[in-house]
C-alpha cells in the first residue's frame, strides 16, 4: 500500500516539477519590489520572457510576455529576442505556434538557405507574412535585419555564393586596393551595378541610382554619356521622371524600370494591408493593458533614408537597412550616400 502511495505521490511531484518548469514557478524577481506611486516590471533570475509586475502597494504578479517575445530590462518591457541580451534567463515558455512556418506566434525567421538567404516570416500572432530583404542582402536572424552577406555569420549564405561572384583578389591576402580598404569591379551585364571587393576577398554589391551608370575606369557613379559601353543604357527614358524616382529612393530596385516599380508597389499593398492592420490591433491592445509586450512597432526592412544601392562617396561600412527600433550598433555606419557630386569624375564635354 505505501508502495503504491509512494509512486502516486512520484507521479505528481514528476508532473509539478514539469508545469514548474513550463511556467517558471522556479524563477524570482531580479530586484525587490518596492512600493511606488505607479505599477513597474521586474526581470525575472531565469526565465527571459516571464517577469513581474510590482504593483503600487508592493505586490508582485508574474506575467509572460506573448509567445515570441522575451522582457527587456534595458525599456522595462516585451521586446523581440534579437534585442534583448537574455544571458543567465534562457528558460522560456512552451511555443504556442501550430503554423508551420511560425516556431513561435511572434518573431523573425528566416528560410532554409537551400530555398533563400534573402527571405524571411514576419510572424504576427501566429499568422506568418513573407517578407524578402533587397537585392544583395540577406536576412540575419541574429539581428533581426537585413544586413550584407559579409556582415552575416550566416555559414551557408556566404557573400560570393549570394551575390554569385568572386573578386578578383579572393585569396591574395597583400593584394593592392585602389579605394584604400576595397577596390569596385564593374558588374558583368548591369552598368547601374558593380561590386566591392574588401581586402579578404568578399564581394559586396552596390549601384547607381536612376540615371547614372558605373564608371569602371574611374570607380565612380557617372553619367550614361561618360562611359562609352553604357552610354545606351537607359534608352530614350526620360531624365526627368529617372531623377524623380531617385529622389523618392527607387534606386534600390536596379533591375525595374519606372513602369515596373509602380506595377511592384500594387502587388505589394494588399498583404502589407493586413500586416499594418494586425500590427495596429496588437499596439491597440498593449495600450489598453490587455496585452503584455513592447509597444514597439514591428520592425521596418527599408534602408535608412536610402535605398540598399546609391553612390559609394566613402570606405563602405555596415549598411543601415536593419529595424528602425533596434538598438544602434556602433561598429555599422551606412555605406550609401545620395548623388554627391564630390564622388563624380567632372569632365569637360567634347
Do not use: W
Request: hydrophobic share 25%; with cysteine.
Amino acid at each position: 500500500m505505501k508502495k503504491s502511495i509512494y509512486a502516486v505521490g512520484g507521479t505528481f511531484l514528476y508532473a509539478l516539477l514539469i508545469s514548474s518548469f513550463i511556467t517558471g514557478a522556479f524563477g524570482d524577481p531580479t530586484e525587490e519590489c518596492q512600493s511606488r506611486n505607479q505599477t513597474y516590471k521586474i526581470s525575472d533570475s531565469e526565465q527571459c520572457d516571464k517577469y513581474h509586475e510590482c504593483g503600487k502597494s508592493g505586490k508582485l504578479n508574474e506575467r509572460l510576455c506573448d509567445d515570441g517575445f522575451v522582457f527587456s530590462e534595458e525599456i522595462r518591457g516585451c521586446d523581440y529576442p534579437h534585442n534583448v541580451n537574455c544571458t543567465g534567463r534562457e528558460i522560456l515558455q512552451e511555443p504556442q505556434s501550430i503554423h508551420p512556418h511560425c516556431p513561435r506566434m511572434n518573431g523573425f525567421y528566416a528560410f532554409p538557405p537551400v530555398d533563400s538567404c534573402q527571405k524571411f516570416y514576419h510572424c504576427l500572432e501566429g499568422k506568418a507574412y513573407e517578407k524578402t530583404c533587397p537585392e544583395g542582402v540577406i536576412f540575419d536572424p541574429s539581428k533581426g535585419a537585413c544586413i550584407h552577406p559579409d556582415l552575416s555569420h550566416r555559414v551557408d549564405c556566404r557573400p560570393d555564393t549570394v551575390l554569385n561572384f568572386t573578386c578578383p583578389n579572393y585569396g591574395k591576402k597583400f593584394a593592392r586596393l585602389k579605394f584604400g580598404d576595397h577596390e569596385r569591379v564593374a558588374h558583368p551585364t548591369n552598368c547601374r551595378k558593380y561590386f566591392i571587393c574588401f581586402a579578404d576577398g568578399r564581394p559586396r554589391i552596390a549601384g547607381c541610382s536612376l540615371g547614372k551608370v558605373f564608371n569602371p575606369k574611374h570607380g565612380v557613379c557617372d553619367q550614361p554619356k561618360k562611359v562609352p559601353q553604357c552610354k545606351d543604357y537607359y534608352g530614350k527614358k526620360d531624365p526627368a521622371k529617372l531623377a524623380k524616382l531617385a529622389e523618392l529612393g527607387e534606386e534600390a530596385s536596379l533591375n525595374l524600370d519606372e513602369d515596373d516599380l509602380s506595377e511592384l508597389e500594387t502587388e505589394d499593398n494588399a498583404e502589407d494591408e493586413q500586416e499594418n492592420e494586425a500590427t495596429h490591433n496588437k499596439n491597440a491592445n498593449v495600450n489598453k493593458g490587455k496585452k503584455q509586450h513592447s509597444k514597439r512597432h514591428a520592425p521596418s526592412f527599408v534602408p535608412d533614408g536610402q535605398a540598399a544601392f546609391g553612390n559609394i562617396a566613402s570606405s563602405p561600412g555596415a549598411p543601415n537597412i536593419g529595424p528602425a527600433n533596434s538598438p544602434s550598433d556602433k561598429d555599422s555606419h551606412s555605406d550609401i550616400d545620395s548623388d554627391d557630386d564630390s564622388s563624380e569624375v567632372e569632365e569637360d564635354d567634347d
